[in-house]
Each structure stands twice: as C-alpha cells, then as structure tokens.
C-alpha cells in the first residue's frame, strides 16, 4: 500500500523567513511520481510540480524549490523569501501509476497549513 | 486554454437523496478522476474515467458511481446520501500519453452538503 505522510500540520512564518515543507513516502513500486499541489481558501487544487521516480535531481523555480532524495523517501518543498500570497494548504501526492493499464490514482498527504504573517 | 470545469459549485441536498455531479476535462485530456476531500479522511481517490470506461477504483461503497461520455466529460453521482458525504468533491484530468500524462490538472471543486 502506498502511503503520505505530511508531519507538518501548521507552520506559522513571518514574511521573508524561508520554510520547508517535509514529505515522507512508501511505495513497493519501481516508478512512481510524486507531486506537490497547493490548495488556497478557494479550494481549487493547484498543481506545483511533478517529479519522476528515476530523476533526482533538484529543482527550483522561482522561489520554490524541491529536494527529492530516495534513500530516505523525502520530497521536501522549499519556499524562499515567503509571501502572503503563498499562505494555503500544500499537499504532496504519490502517483500510482500502472505504467502497463496505464491507470493512475494519487495518494494525497493530510496536507500542510501554512500561514504567511505580514 | 480552460482549466477544468465542475458544475455545480454547491449543492445542498437532504439525506436520502441522490446528486449529481459534472465535470468538463481541459481541452485534450481524456483521463477524469474524481476526489472526495473531508477533513476527517482528507483527500481520497473515488475512481478514473478514461475513454468510456473506468479504469481504476478507490474504496468506496457503490452509491458512488460515475460515467463518462465519447466527450470526455465525466459525471459521478451519488444514490441515497448519508450526512458523511458531506465533502468538496474534485475532479482532476490529464493527458493519456506523453512526459505529463501523469499530471492530474484539478477543477474547483463542488462542495456538497448533506442535511
């Protein structure tokens, strides 16, 4: 069974401080992909970044950055420079991803809060 | 180009009842998923529609059901409503084939209340 856990469930920051969001996940599969998403009050999901299971590179963009690392099953999410604007609900996700039937279902983290203070 | 589209935005229904909900893909997606997020249970799989057909299941009871028509369009319903599916109910679609087809792009959402 697949699993997400976001340990995080709040975390409250003053604007400029830079902050981490951790996520740690279990998979028996091979190739995986793994996501973050963002879920402002609207409540739309909105989709950050993917990375695939046999790519571990680090990626930034912008003021974001990701740190994927296997052997310790983390997809860590960076946020510099912070800004109200990013105050939401981040979620990471796990793709199950049947690379034969091609079905696909995402396993969601219960999600981080975080608040952005002016 | 549009993003996904979900209709209604909020439903009010009483228990007992049935719903039902729609979804429009962005413009070449022929993959829909639908999510019930609670904050209870948070964020859960329900199925996947692809090409008429549904292709992958989560672990719900059978009062949740879903089709999809040859336009990509999905709708799920939701027979003899409990006060527990009260839930933001999601939609998400991709691309079947290509480096994103495992991108699941999400639409507002309906919010479902159940009295």
């Known amino acids: 069974a697949q699993k997400v856990t976001q340990a995080q469930t709040e975390i409250s920051v003053v604007e400029k401080e830079d902050v981490t969001l951790d996520c740690v996940y279990e998979?028996?599969?091979?190739?995986?992909?793994l996501f973050w998403y963002k879920q402002p009050p609207s409540g739309e999901l909105v989709f950050l970044i993917r990375r695939n299971s046999f790519d571990e590179q680090n990626e930034i963009s912008g003021r974001y950055s990701w740190n994927f690392q296997k052997s310790t099953s983390s997809f860590n999410f960076t946020i510099t420079a912070s800004q109200v604007v990013d105050s939401a609900v981040y979620f990471c996700?796990?793709?199950?991803?049947?690379?034969?039937?091609?079905?696909?279902?995402?396993?969601f983290g219960s999600g981080t809060r975080l608040q952005v203070q002016p | 180009k549009a993003g996904v589209t979900q209709t209604p935005r909020y439903l009010i229904k009483t228990r007992g009842q049935q719903v039902t909900l729609s979804c429009s893909p962005i413009s070449g997606h022929r993959s829909v998923s639908w999510y019930q997020q609670t904050p209870g249970q948070g964020l859960q799989f329900l199925f996947e529609?692809?090409?008429?057909?549904?292709?992958n299941k989560g672990n719900f009871p059978g009062r949740f059901s879903g089709r999809q028509f040859s336009n990509s369009r999905s709708e799920m319903n939701v027979s003899t409503l409990e006060l527990g599916d009260s839930a933001l109910y999601l939609c998400?679609?991709?691309?079947?084939?290509?480096?994103?087809?495992?991108?699941?792009?999400f639409g507002p959402g309906t919010r479902l209340t159940v009295l």
């Open positions: 998400a679609s991709s691309f079947e084939q290509g480096a994103r087809s495992h991108e699941q792009f």
């Open positions: 996700a796990l793709s199950d991803a049947d690379m034969d039937t091609g079905r696909r279902a995402l396993t």
């Open positions: 529609y692809f090409s008429e057909t549904q292709r």
């Open positions: 998979t028996r599969d091979t190739t995986y992909y």
